[in-house]
């Protein structure tokens, strides 16, 4: 099949772009190309057109741009393959955070997302139709529902901001709160195991250091504290970042003793009482905004700190 190549700001060029998906990515495009994207079109063919979902004002929660595909398989609870025009590509719901595989409730996420996509299914893009690891971003619907909402609402998904697929945002974000009010899924009261017996909090993260970015890892850096009056053993526990695609876990024994603090450092250098170095060779925390996430060895969140750049 003949690709439709896209270019982007400066004419660099962008990803190949199946002509089938031409389509779905023009507003996408639009707003790479340096002009405005339009806003979402309740624009739907004329088969199993969905019902509004999520009980929101009249039109906002309809399909927008997009196209007919079928589902090949599931990958976890917000990835998925599907298929067009005989061609397969990986897409990644927008708008939500699943646990990762292997986490908790990463098995029921993933299950949950086959069975409410499980055979053709509609996809939305937003303002920008690819991630940087050339995943498809999309919303998804099936038989009425927006499915990435349908996660959230149902506490297996966290609502996420990726700018600058924003245009659903809000009742993604409306889902999560209610999900959170219920206790549902990831929210609910020892989901994932009891939860360890102390206070620990994301304090600071310091995302953008003087200077281009890569110049000073160092200066870049999340520091965690604990607020309770015992020490912390924090073996087996993981930090990640909202992609989840940067992680760092402590190293066995590492304890943070009583009401003290630690930097972790995003570059290298030598471990000492009070700062670790993640060891990555580029930035971790995004500048225009992002989530850490400080998750415990049963699973559960122990603590998380967002921020807007």
Known sequence: MEPVR??????????????????????????????????PAAVMPPRAEPAPAGGGEPGMNEPGMGIWADVVRIIDGDTLVISLEGDEHRLRLIGIDAPETGECLSREAGIRLGELASVT??????????????????????????VNERLAAEGLAAARAYEPNTARQPALQAAEDAARRSRLGMWADGACGAPPPFDIEITEIRWNPPGPDGDDLNGEYLVLTNLSDRPVDLSGFTLRDASASNRYRFPPGRALPARSRVTVHTGNGQDGPDRLYWGSDRPIWNNDGDRALLVDPAGNAAAEYSYRG
Do not use: K
Not at 132 to 144: D, K, P, T
């Open 121 to 146: 299914v509609w996809i939305e893009t937003d303002r920008q139709p690819y991630d940087r690891h050339g995943r498809l971003l999309a919303y998804l619907w099936a038989e009425g529902d927006l």
């Open 6 to 39: 896209s270019f982007g700001a400066g004419g660099r060029t962008a990803p190949l772009i199946p002509r089938a998906l031409a389509a779905v990515c023009l507003a996408s495009a639009a707003a790479a190309c340096g002009t405005p994207a339009p806003e």
